[in-house]
């Protein structure tokens, strides 16, 4: 119980957060060691600790734990962990997005629900609206990462790291597979892995081409069941 009510006297009482200019709502818990400029909005329930700056007009909102990192001007947080991660100014988070060590989001970005971010940093612009991994990356600014795309940065033995040049456009389910070089306004198709560097403009594209057989469905599945393979 000690342990509880020392953490409890570590943090900002609700009256000290509006003395600062912080907008305060709900149930919320700010370390001392947060640096809380006048204008954040902190709307509970959220954990902010560690050295981490809440500047100006941010907005932290429900379920939220944020350790280590720092909100820009203008930006919102929704539902989500930052773990000595950085997100710029007028960008969104969340929900459900893992931005951890390393991860630096730039400007008017958008990181949307279920994204990992690690070790990566967004130029100002980029899109990653759900359902992807970024780690060990450098994306330059106006990127757009597709749902389901994956930079694959570990081989088993080593984690290498990928360069996205400005203006790329990543398609849905695509792998990008480290150590890789993606030239500017690049354009890879969605369902595609790539593994060899690309130049600036070039269009990239490697499926495998479906096969359809015109009525092979016929007594395959029926009310739940495989009725063969």
């Known amino acids: 119980m000690r342990s509880v009510f020392a953490k409890r006297r570590a943090g900002y009482s609700r009256r000290a957060l509006k003395r600062l200019g912080a907008e305060v709502c709900g149930d919320v818990f700010v370390e001392k060691s ?118 694959a940065n570990y081989d088993g033995a080593k984690k290498s790291r990928s360069v996205v040049g400005d203006g790329c456009f990543i398609g849905c389910n695509c792998n990008i597979v480290a150590p890789v070089s993606l030239g500017e306004g690049a354009y890879i198709a969605a369902g595609t892995t790539v593994t060899r560097d690309l130049e600036s403009g070039d269009f990239c594209i490697g499926r495998c081409r479906e096969k359809i057989r015109p009525h092979g469905a016929e007594g395959r599945y029926a009310d739940g069941q495989v009725l063969r393979d």
């Open 34 to 151: 947060v640096t809380v400029w006048r204008g954040a909005r902190l709307f509970g329930p959220c954990v902010v600790t560690g050295k981490s700056v809440l500047c100006e007009g941010c907005a932290v909102l429900p379920f939220c734990h944020i350790s280590d990192s720092f909100v820009g001007r203008g930006a919102v947080v929704r539902a989500s962990s930052l773990q000595g991660a950085r997100v710029g100014e007028g960008s969104t988070v969340g929900p459900y997005a893992c931005l951890r060590a390393g991860a630096a989001v730039g400007k008017n970005c958008r990181v949307g629900d279920f994204v990992e971010i690690k070790n990566a940093t967004l130029g100002e612009g980029c899109k990653a609206a759900h359902l992807s991994y970024i780690g060990d990356a450098a994306l330059g600014s106006r990127v757009n990462v597709g749902c389901g795309a994956v930079f």
